[in-house]
């Protein structure tokens, strides 16, 4: 399990990358095939596609080769499917644990399917512990256990470890390689420590200081190992002081520890407060990115809503939540009917009556994006909701009145004054309404220890679509608007 | 600049850190204060405030005085801004530079605008550049000046170089604190220029190599430093093919390459190729977090929507797009309008039609929520769009028809069969026009070189509600259901 571009020499220490390398100082910024925005440019993606069309192996690969492994999982995830296999088997030495890795979950789902179980535990051995989870944890069970009968026992073990600890846990996403050394080391024993390791992990930024029961006790950072003497009992150079993450802890309460305290990397301990990994915050920023991405997708009842998730997948992510949005779009229709009789005789009730509820769904929608971030950044808890929820209210009503002089003027002169009277009304009413559920109802759910995020739409749009109707309905048959 | 709470003994290496630690190994798993999603109790800040109120400023200090900085700024950012004042008034040599880097961008603002221009500069002197660039930017220009006045003149130098870049670019952002050496050093070299060096950066994860033009030519991770041997030569050691940040990138795109090519660290580079400043991980976390969060926000047409942001501001930004809103919804009132005899004549057209509006509202904002994420994290770019267009419109028809059966069949059965048929068609229209919008204007938005998030939500909504009324409304006339 281990990177292979670096390589260590006999004596164990890294020799610079060769390769063609040295003839493209920063390829990274590579105008050949990358626009401004550090995507694959079109002409280059039709270029490789045309090389594919042709059977031209050779150019494929020729224009594929200088790619970074993240931008040949790119390449990979902008073709058709069909395309995909053609491409990996055009490039197969190209095809390293890296792209793997960076592959789009789906899109490695289902390319790692098409391949016979010994060929994908060729590729778990060469990947990191962490990444062979990812790959393995979305394989269905039977294709798991054919893969693992392949995979060297060491890993094999730390594999089943992995996925005993639940999904979107510290344990499940942890590495298992980290540096943890005693206490009554010096500083020029932890360098010589290092110097001979044959068993240490590629990239690691801070050393664990652990006591005999294997409890940690400290850390130290690496620039502070450098910067100390020789002579230094590490106990002088650590940091007591260091967040700990249980190992059963939330991904998304990981990521959020990780922003908070400015981490670089952690300690994850088990029930009795053994060390038993650590997490860094490379593999953390994909946590943060996807979780602090998904609420907007979640709030839009489109699931995952990723472009490669499976069309059957997608439909019946989003056709659930379409038909939820039937329901509450029948109670609002089961208020119009209530006042059928007023809309027959007065039809501009119904030219009115969806400036209503749209305008109150939007600010309900507002509101409500607000609360759900809040929450999901912990700035929203317990002890400020009352305030929040106060400060929603000023500003929904704020809202609601500068709508209501605009849309009770404009109806008040095309059509009657009550009219225009009644309508104000009824938005500020339904503003109001809106903002209240803005907060309320992803409260609600998160006190319910449901996700603010995946329901909350739903609740919300119907509440203010119900009063939206009603409010406006309601006030003009009192009013006796309707004649 | 460096941060108080590592300090350096007379020959400038580090000591431990003594104080309270000690007592308190993992104070950051502290069920005292903490919940378990690690966010202060309710009871802990009620006990704070009801100190405050008593005027017992003894009692808030020894409350207070175990948090770490960033829960310190959690606490301030929970309380009313006048308790905010007393607290701080309250702990005034725990208010330290940490605590202030942490605080939300709005809270630090108001709280540094209460303070004397010396006060605010005292603080400023001990930050880091980049957080004294973020506290001092949101300032008004006259404030500026007085704090930066009063700054030390090498900090004032560093911090009138960021601002003279462009908001959210990478020179705005980046550290000018790194580490950079020449090629020829051996790694015996390096170490000992660690071992002496007073102007390091607190922090730092690895070693910038440089010609002599200051051009950036490899990268040496720490960790590959203390694994390798004394004499050999840096340029053996180094990696030569690094990523390099151009001084002018947007945040955006920094924090995706931060995230493709899992970075830690990264060179900053200016115009003529020389190392500026490097980037660094931590910071770059609160980036991805934030533009990953923020489109949620602005589909809303909530503007920044942070739960800090004053009540005017938040009104300002949110009533814009109800306003805008309201426009949209007038089109759709004008379709209405149009066919205001049908529904006088047939009052069910008012009761079912805001349902195939709905429906429609809601696909689309699937389908657009899904689009602006792919386009956010560059997995939609022009060599796709045709490819994800095709895959959504499949999502579409499947998710219109299976609507269109459910609202078609109970329509025919409490209506008419054919308003039951005029209401199944009008919905698989409208849900396929949704899934087009929902692709294509926020596609279109972004190579305008707009931000598809911002206004994308009030086209699509436009959309799908005319072609909702009008396509239900215009078949129910055409076909004869109206009788």
């Known amino acids: 399990m281990s990177e292979s571009d670096r390589p260590l020499d006999d004596d164990g220490f890294l020799l610079a990358r060769e390769s063609a390398d040295e003839a493209r100082p920063d390829d990274r910024i590579d105008d050949e095939r990358m626009d401004e925005e550090n995507t694959l440019k079109k002409e280059y993606v039709e270029a490789v596609e045309q090389a594919l069309e042709d059977g031209d192996t050779k150019a494929v690969y020729e224009l594929v080769e200088p790619l970074h492994p993240a931008d040949i999982a790119d390449l990979l995830e902008l073709f058709e499917r069909e395309q995909r296999y053609q491409l990996a088997a055009a490039i197969t030495d190209l095809m390293t644990s890296e792209v793997v890795a960076e592959l789009n979950d789906y899109v490695r789902e289902d390319m790692m399917e098409a391949l016979p179980p010994e060929a994908v535990a060729q590729i778990v051995d060469q990947l990191e512990t962490d990444d062979a989870v990812q790959l393995i944890e979305d394989l269905d ?17 730390a594999i089943q470890s992995a996925l005993s600890y639940p999904e979107e846990t510290a344990g499940r996403l942890m590495s298992r390689d980290f540096v943890a050394v005693p206490e009554h080391l010096t500083v020029g024993d932890l360098i010589d420590f290092l110097r001979d390791g044959r068993d240490l992990p590629d990239d690691f930024y801070e050393i664990f200081v652990v006591d005999e029961k294997h409890h940690p006790v400290g850390t130290c950072a690496l620039s502070w190992v450098l910067r100390a003497p020789r002579t230094i009992p590490l106990a002088d150079v650590m940091k007591r002081d260091q967040t700990l993450i249980p190992v059963l802890l939330d991904q ?34 994909h946590i943060i990115s996807e979780e602090a991405g998904e609420d907007a997708l979640l709030m839009s009842g489109a699931g995952e809503g990723d472009i490669n998730e499976p069309i059957r997948e997608a439909y019946s992510a989003r056709v659930r939540w379409l038909v939820a949005n039937l329901g509450t779009a029948l109670v609002a229709s089961v208020i119009i009917a209530l006042f059928g009789a007023a809309i027959e005789k007065l039809v501009a009730l119904a030219v009115l009556m969806p400036i209503v509820a749209s305008i109150g769904g939007n600010a309900g929608t507002q509101t409500m994006a607000v609360t759900v971030r809040a929450i999901a950044t912990n700035q929203l808890t317990r002890s400020n909701t009352r305030r929040i929820l106060l400060r929603e209210m000023r500003v929904a009503v704020l809202n609601g009145m500068t709508i209501a002089v605009l849309v009770g003027l404009a109806t008040g002169v095309i059509f009657t004054p009550t009219l225009g009277a009644v309508i104000a009304l009824a938005m500020v009413i339904n503003v109001v309404t809106a903002g209240f559920a803005g907060v309320m109802v992803p409260v609600a759910f998160e006190r319910l220890d449901q996700d603010p995020a995946v329901a909350s739409s739903v609740f919300v749009t119907m509440i203010t679509d119900s009063m939206g109707f009603f409010a406006f309905l309601g006030l003009a048959v009192a009013s006796g608007a309707v004649g």
């Open 141 to 157: 069970e039977a294709n798991q256990r054919a893969i693992l009968a392949e995979v060297e026992m060491e890993d094999r073990i």
């Open 252 to 285: 998304e309460e990981v990521g959020l520890m990780f922003q908070k305290y400015n981490l670089i990397s952690a300690a994850v301990i088990d029930e009795n407060d053994r060390l038993v990994g650590q997490m860094t915050v490379d593999d953390v920023v």
